[in-house]
């Protein structure tokens, strides 16, 4: 199928040949009929991607921080790798848009396929072919609105919000500044619902189409436009000034002020700047207000990934309610949209339409993106004689993946890449393009089936960990899947009752049982010399409440990446865990408990404990291993710094071991004699560890 995307790390916009993208169970998979490109919002992404790194960092200090951070705990090779993967990614383009529903997810209601529904979202309501869009970001379409109508619905419901955050009743008098697409809607929207309306703008045209709207609008010229919003306003000043400009500067902003009345709202919606003189609001009280995009549900992840609504007696105006709203007001004919279209594209030539809007070569407003009649065909898999490969098929294609994992697969002699499959279709392309691979599928199971495939890598989401692996072992295949293996008890059995049955191994990335500082160090301590204890600290720092590691589906913070210093403790004490108790910090979910301490005992007498503790400075190294016994102690610095017994040792390799894992698993697959008991030992042990976390 056919996507628009812009180039992360710069260049124009293409239009990329990706494979369809898959549905989970709260997701609908349209075939797009029309979409609405928002020239404000995408000519400033295609803007900022085409920039160059100094003016990327000068926009986005936010993401400079979190480079800083990730280079201290991580190190700068790996943020350097990090950061050039992401740049070599691209950014799918489009927000609004329309089409019908081919499938549905099981947990979907209210939408059945053969629908027509307007679609919305950053990143999911593409210019594409196929869309896979959260339930609760998708319309059904009244009758009677077409498709190019209904592509406006998530833009007119950006200008409906804002509308709503000035809380005006009938009457009332509203200035719109900025009469661009959204300035637009706004002026309609708000004429619609019995408001009285001036619009600002310093294009001519602008200002002739909302006339020709029937709505009072004027050329800014400074004084003069402010005596006359003042004459409209007998005197009084605008109830509302809502701001649908763009621009870096806080000119715009402090206009507004200018224009109302004592103790008016002014609403921000676009983007300008805020560098605000304090006399100009105060002396008025005038309250500022913010417009967060389509209306409450955007960015919660309960409301649009897991399609729990909100009920409509608490939150009436959700943004799946404004969406409607929209489509009504369309429907009844009290919104005019049409007139606002001012170009047609096809799909296949959608970087026309962006030429045209970054070069201004001709006025536009609305511009609409046209698609083929059918439905996308699926493209076949390769196929073969042969019946016995020996290639690598991947499953996932996220940055971990392509940062990391896939050039210690390289590094370590294994490249022949077949197959790669990913929920979303361009990451699958740029994964394969990238990294060589010969084909990609939307499809987990064509990658597990294709007989040119004998290694099955999952780097998936958490949740599709155990399920893979379980089927890719039912099929004879090796495996080798992230962490963590399963999330309940009743997923681990089942890839254990499909690796006793299966011609393939499976191996589980524990890198840092690998590393050469973690085997050195546990080299110091032999087994039979007796039990160690061990002093693992975790400097964890915290997290976006948004992040995948606050997602329940997901397994939390202990079986996300704690698993990883239970496994580690297991190497150092050579030994398997026996028993497991756990205190969870703060009062929260204990699943999701953001600090914890684990104590584990080892079946030779060993004994373990490690501190995870969110809120530490990012100047303190992130993982910290003490290990006593024996008569000797040793002491493991964030993978970096190695001391046995007070000496530093200065002969070994730094590093978590990504390489020699995959080394090590090269070596399995190959018929070389290594034990991996350990793999299912540490499942257990840290599905124990999420128990005793929740009993406390």
Same mark, same amino acid.
């Given at each position: ?82 950061? $050039?993967? =992401?740049? @070599? &990614?691209? *950014? ?7 089409? #019908?529903?081919? %499938? +549905? ?103 002739? $189409?909302? =006339?020709? @709207? &029937?709505? *009072? ?7 003069? #436009?402010?005596? %006359? +919003? ?103 004919? $009290? ?17 026309? %339409? ?343």
């Amino acid at each position: 199928m056919k996507q628009v995307v812009q180039p992360t790390g710069g260049g124009a916009i293409r239009v990329l040949d990706v494979p369809r993208p898959s549905i989970g169970a709260t997701e609908v998979l349209v075939r797009t009929e029309a979409s609405l490109i928002s020239a404000g919002t995408e000519l400033a992404m295609t803007k900022l991607a085409q920039s160059s790194l100094v003016q990327k960092a000068r926009a986005r200090p936010d993401l400079v921080r979190q480079v800083v951070q990730k280079a201290k705990s991580d190190g700068v090779g790996q943020t350097v790798k990090t950061v $050039r993967n =992401r740049l @070599a &990614g691209d *950014t799918p383009l489009g927000y609004s848009a329309c089409g #019908t529903v081919i %499938a +549905v997810g099981e947990a979907v209601s209210g939408i059945r396929p053969g629908q027509r529904v307007a679609t919305g979202g950053a990143g999911v309501a593409n210019h594409a072919e196929l869309q896979s869009v959260p339930s609760l970001l998708c319309s059904p379409v009244p009758d009677g609105v077409s498709a190019e109508e209904a592509a406006f619905s998530t833009v007119g419901s950006i200008a409906l919000h804002g509308l709503r955050q000035a809380d005006l009743g009938p009457g009332s008098k509203v200035a719109v500044i900025g009469l661009g697409l959204l300035g637009q809607l706004t002026a309609r929207l708000a004429e619609a619902s019995g408001l009285q309306v001036f619009g600002i703008d310093v294009g001519e045209t602008a200002v002739k $189409r909302a =006339r020709d @709207a &029937g709505i *009072t609008a004027q050329v800014d010229n400074g004084q003069s #436009t402010t005596d %006359a +919003v003042l004459q409209w306003s007998r005197g009084r000043g605008a109830d509302a000034v809502i701001i649908c400009a763009s621009s870096k500067s806080s000119a715009i902003a402090l206009r507004a002020a200018e224009l109302c009345r004592d103790r008016a709202v002014v609403v921000v919606v676009g983007d300008v700047g805020l560098d605000l003189e304090r006399a100009p609001f105060y002396e008025r009280e005038l309250s500022i207000r913010f417009a967060r995009s389509y209306g409450p549900g955007r960015y919660e992840r309960s409301y649009e990934e897991w399609g729990v609504d909100y009920p409509a007696g608490y939150v009436r105006w959700t943004e799946n309610r404004n969406f409607e709203s929209i489509l009504d007001l369309i429907a009844s004919g $009290r919104l005019v949209v049409k007139d606002l279209v001012t170009h047609h594209f096809g799909i296949a030539e959608a970087d026309r %339409a962006y030429e045209l809007m970054s070069s201004g070569s001709e006025p536009y407003l609305g511009i609409v993106l046209t698609y083929p009649d059918s439905e996308p065909e699926r493209p076949s898999v390769e196929k073969t004689s042969q019946q016995s490969g020996s290639g690598i098929g991947w499953i996932g294609a996220g940055n971990f993946s392509g940062g990391t994992l896939l050039p210690a697969f390289r590094d370590a002699g294994i490249s022949d890449f077949v197959t790669v499959a990913s929920a979303r279709g361009l990451s699958a392309k740029r994964f394969a393009d990238r990294h060589g691979f010969k084909g990609t599928s939307d499809d987990a199971s064509e990658v597990i089936n294709d007989p040119r495939v004998s290694t099955v890598v999952v780097s998936t989401p958490h949740s599709s960990h155990a399920e893979l692996a379980a089927q890719a072992l039912r099929a004879g295949k090796h495996v080798w899947v992230e962490k963590p293996l399963a999330l309940s008890f009743e997923e681990l059995e089942e890839v254990v009752e499909a690796e006793a049955t299966s011609n393939g191994v499976l191996f589980v990335g524990h890198n840092r049982r690998f590393a050469p500082m973690v085997q050195t160090l546990a080299s110091t301590f032999p087994v039979e010399s007796g039990p160690v204890g061990i002093t693992y600290r975790v400097n964890a720092g915290s997290i976006d409440p948004k992040h995948w590691y606050s997602d329940r589906r997901e397994g939390g913070r202990l079986l996300g990446e704690v698993c990883h210093f239970i496994d580690t403790c297991t190497a150092i004490a050579a030994s398997p865990v026996t028993e497991i108790a756990a205190l969870p910090g703060g009062d929260g979910e204990s699943a999701l408990a953001p600090s914890f301490v684990l104590c584990l005992r080892h079946a030779n007498g060993s004994v373990a404990t490690i501190s995870y503790l969110a809120g530490g400075p990012g100047t303190l190294g992130k993982e910290y291993i003490e290990v006593i016994g024996q008569g000797r102690y040793a002491v493991l610095d964030d993978f970096k710094t190695l001391t046995i017994d007070g000496k530093k040792v200065k002969d070994v390799e730094a590093g978590k071991g990504h390489l020699q894992a995959v080394s090590a698993f090269r070596d399995l697959i190959g018929g070389s004699p290594v034990d991996t008991s350990w793999v299912i030992d540490t499942a257990r042990a840290c599905l124990s560890a999420a128990a005793a976390l929740g009993t406390r």
